[in-house]
Structure formats: C-alpha cells, structure tokens
C-alpha cells in the first residue's frame, strides 16, 4: 500500500494566522481526501482532491476556509486559515488505491490554536 | 445515510485476554469495511479489509468478521497484549467506487500488563 508523508506532524499556531498542510505519497493517486478529527470524536470528510480540478468540499466546510492544492498525482496540500480555538483537532490525508480500494492515511497533523 | 455505530466505546481487559469490537452499520450497501488502529494523537493504521462479497479476513492475531445482511461486524483481537491498546475504527463505503468511508466513533482499548 501507499506510504503517505505528512507535515507538520504538529503546531501550536495563534488564532488569526494559516497554517498549510503537506502531504506527499510514494506513488501517483487520482484521489486525495483531507479528513479532520475534533478532539473526542471520529473522522469527518472535509474535501476530496483530484489532480487537475477543483477539490470537492463536504457539507459544512468551505474554500475560503481550507483551500487545497493539488499539483500533481503524489502531492497536496491543505490550508487552515483565519484559525480559531475551534479549529483544533488532528488533520488526516488520505488515499484509496489498489483493486481492493484500500484506504492508506497519513500520520496526521495535530494542530493547537491558542 | 449511513450511519456507524461502535461498541463498546471503551474496553479494559488485562493481557491475555480474547476480545470482540463491534460495529454495526444501517445501510447494508456497502462495498468493503475497514478496521483501523489509531493511537493517540496519531494518523490512522489499515488492519483488516473485507469486501461485501467476503465474510471474514485473517491478520495475525486479528480476525475480522463481516454480516451485511445484519450489518455487523465484528474484530476479534486473541491474546490481547499491552501493545494493543489503542482506539479501533470501523469504516465503511458504499458503491459506486471511490466514494468517501463513513467512520464509526471508536473503541477505546487499554489492555493493561
């Protein structure tokens, strides 16, 4: 299965600032998919990247607020912007790849707003 | 809309033990279900995979069992260690291909030495 890299592994960034998420794979994806985690609770979708279009954003979130990029087939990015207290949780990339259509994650993104 | 349920939200077991994850889903078209590990503050970890076609996938210690008539299914984690103890997620996707997994809550797993 993929190998994903993501960075920061961690921040503590003060509200108002962005923050921009990378992650890079070991082999071309057509679909990247961010997810985020609130502290306590379960994996919530918030967009699905392909290469070459604009990303899909889930209900609830918004461009403005998460702009992604996605060059090219093994490398996104995910930005957090105009960050509050609220938007602290952990930030998760994600591929499906293979006949199985198995899902392979990052090591995800834990970010503090203070 | 599908919806993902986990039981229990937390288990303590000392080491050594056998013990079943739950998960239970209520839409039965689904085209595989995932379980995954996640320890704590960290991305998430691919155990097991089951397609809607097969009943159960075998890993180790792990034994994952799928009913999708009933839309259940089960993780069945043998001689527990302390090295096991994490959260356990549950996932599932419906057809057509490539869309998103629906996340249970999670189990809580401590197996204490």
């Known amino acids: 299965s993929a190998v994903i890299s993501q960075k920061p592994s961690r921040d503590i960034c003060q509200r108002g600032t962005s923050l921009t998420i990378q992650c890079q794979v070991d082999s071309q994806v057509t679909m990247m998919f961010w997810y985020r985690q609130q502290p306590g609770q379960s994996l919530t979708l918030i967009a699905t990247?392909?290469?070459?279009?604009?990303?899909?954003?889930e209900s609830g979130f918004v461009i403005d607020k998460f702009p992604i990029s996605r060059p090219n087939l093994t490398f996104s990015t995910l930005t957090v912007s105009n960050m509050s207290p609220e938007d602290s949780s952990i930030y998760l990339c994600?591929?499906?790849?293979?006949?199985?259509?198995?899902?392979?994650f990052g090591s995800g993104t834990r970010l503090t707003v203070v | 809309k599908q919806e993902v349920t986990q039981i229990p939200a937390a288990l303590s077991v000392p080491e050594g033990e056998n013990l079943v994850l739950n998960c239970s889903f209520t839409?039965?078209?689904?085209?595989?279900l995932q379980w995954f590990r996640q320890d704590p503050g960290k991305g998430l970890t691919s155990l097991l995979l089951i397609q809607s076609s097969q009943r159960e996938q075998t890993s180790g210690r792990l034994n994952a069992s799928l009913d999708k008539s009933s839309g259940r299914s089960t993780l069945y984690i043998a001689a527990s260690q302390p090295g096991d103890s994490a959260t356990y997620l549950c996932a599932v996707r419906r057809p057509p291909s490539g869309s998103r997994l629906t996340f249970g809550e999670g189990t809580q797993l401590t197996v204490n030495p």
């Open positions: 839409d039965s078209a689904i085209y595989n």
């Open positions: 990247a392909n290469q070459g279009s604009e990303a899909t954003y």
């Open positions: 994600s591929v499906v790849q293979g006949a199985e259509e198995r899902y392979t």
